[in-house]
């Protein structure tokens, strides 16, 4: 039995390192310019993932702090939908509306923008109160670090995560 999960594992890796390849292989050829294409960056960018996998999966406290941050975000979920069954009622309710259409009871209007709207309005007002631009800096200051990226390039990639 201890062969069958080693084997397992081993296979779920070399999978893990395949998609990963994968993924690199289509960037690059998908890219307008491949002489520019600085490894450092990249193995810098795995690098990071993998320092930030391994710190969820074997320290206590990194996996702590991350599924805090989850349990906050499925909470923020939660309220938004909560939210907009308040303003629209049965409207925002899968399974009223899919009794009522057959199946068909999924309306983008009354069930997915409440909580793109509840969190550009949360975005906000952590930018409001400086929250954000804290959190955006510190990911910039890491990238900066570990990818060796310029200020510009490092704030403008910790900065998309959030739009």
């Given at each position: 039995m201890k062969i069958l999960a080693t084997i397992d594992e081993s296979s779920s890796f070399f999978?893990?390192?395949?998609?990963?390849?994968?993924?690199?292989?289509?960037a690059f050829l998908l890219s307008s310019n491949r002489k520019k294409i600085d490894?450092?960056?990249i193995l810098g960018g795995l690098a990071l993932q993998f320092m930030i996998a391994f710190g969820v999966l074997r320290i206590s406290w990194v996996e702590a702090f991350f599924g805090w941050v989850a349990k906050m975000f499925s909470l923020a979920l939660q309220i938004s939908v909560d939210a907009a069954g308040?303003?629209?009622?049965?409207?925002?309710?899968?399974?009223?509306?899919?009794?009522?259409?057959?199946?068909?009871?999924?309306?983008?209007?009354?069930?997915?923008l409440p909580s793109i709207l509840f969190f550009s309005a949360l975005?906000?007002?952590?930018?409001?109160?400086?929250?954000?631009?804290?959190v955006v800096r510190g990911m910039a200051w890491v990238m900066s670090r570990v990818m060796?990226?310029?200020?510009?390039?490092?704030?403008a990639a910790a900065s998309n995560v959030f739009v």
């Open positions: 999978r893990v390192l395949f998609g990963i390849g994968g993924i690199l292989l289509i490894p450092r960056v308040f303003v629209f009622g049965p409207l925002s309710n899968i399974a009223a509306m899919n009794q009522a259409f057959e199946g068909q009871g999924f309306v983008f209007a009354f069930m997915a975005s906000s007002l952590l930018y409001y109160f400086g929250i954000l631009q804290v060796k990226l310029s200020g510009a390039e490092s704030l």
